[in-house]
C-alpha cells in the first residue's frame, strides 16, 4: 500500500488548506486512516483519524472544531480540511494507514498503522 500525500502550503492564520492522501490500494477505504504531524524539535503526535468502518474519528483537543477528517472511497483517498489555520499548527503532516482491512487499532497511537506516506509540508504565517 502506498500513500502519496499532498496538499500542504503556505497560508495565513485563518487560512484554510485541504491535505490529501491517495492510495492505489483499490480497498484503501476499509483501512484505518490517520493524519499526524510533526514540527521542528517536537514529537510527533495524532492529529485526527478515522477507522477502517469510518463510524469512529479521533481529533486531538487542539484541533477540534476547526479540523475534519474526511475519505472518498470512490477515489481511495482520506482527506484533511483545516479552517482556522494557527501559526502552530506548522509542522510536516503525514498520512497513514493501517496493516489489514478493517484492523482494530488506536487511532491516535502511530505504533499501530503500519503503512506510511510522505510529509507535506503545513505553514501557517501570523
Known amino acids: 500500500v502506498q500513500l502519496q500525500a499532498s496538499g500542504g502550503g503556505l497560508v495565513q492564520a485563518g487560512g484554510s488548506l485541504r491535505l490529501s492522501c491517495a492510495s492505489s490500494e483499490r480497498t484503501f477505504s476499509t483501512y484505518a486512516k490517520g493524519w499526524f504531524r510533526q514540527a521542528p524539535g517536537k514529537e510527533r503526535e495524532s492529529v485526527a483519524a478515522?477507522?477502517?468502518?469510518?463510524?469512529?474519528?479521533y481529533y486531538t483537543d487542539s484541533v477540534k472544531g476547526r479540523f475534519t477528517i474526511s475519505r472518498d472511497n470512490a477515489k481511495n483517498t482520506v482527506y484533511l480540511q483545516m479552517n482556522s489555520l494557527k501559526p502552530e499548527d506548522t509542522a510536516v503532516y503525514y498520512c497513514?494507514?493501517?496493516?489489514?482491512?478493517?484492523?482494530?487499532?488506536?487511532?491516535?497511537?502511530?505504533?499501530?498503522?503500519?503503512?506510511w506516506g510522505q510529509g507535506t509540508q503545513v505553514t501557517v504565517s501570523s
Open positions: 497513514a494507514a493501517s496493516f489489514t482491512s478493517f484492523q482494530s487499532i488506536v487511532l491516535n497511537i502511530a505504533a499501530q498503522y503500519y503503512y
Open positions: 478515522i477507522s477502517g468502518s469510518g463510524r469512529d474519528t
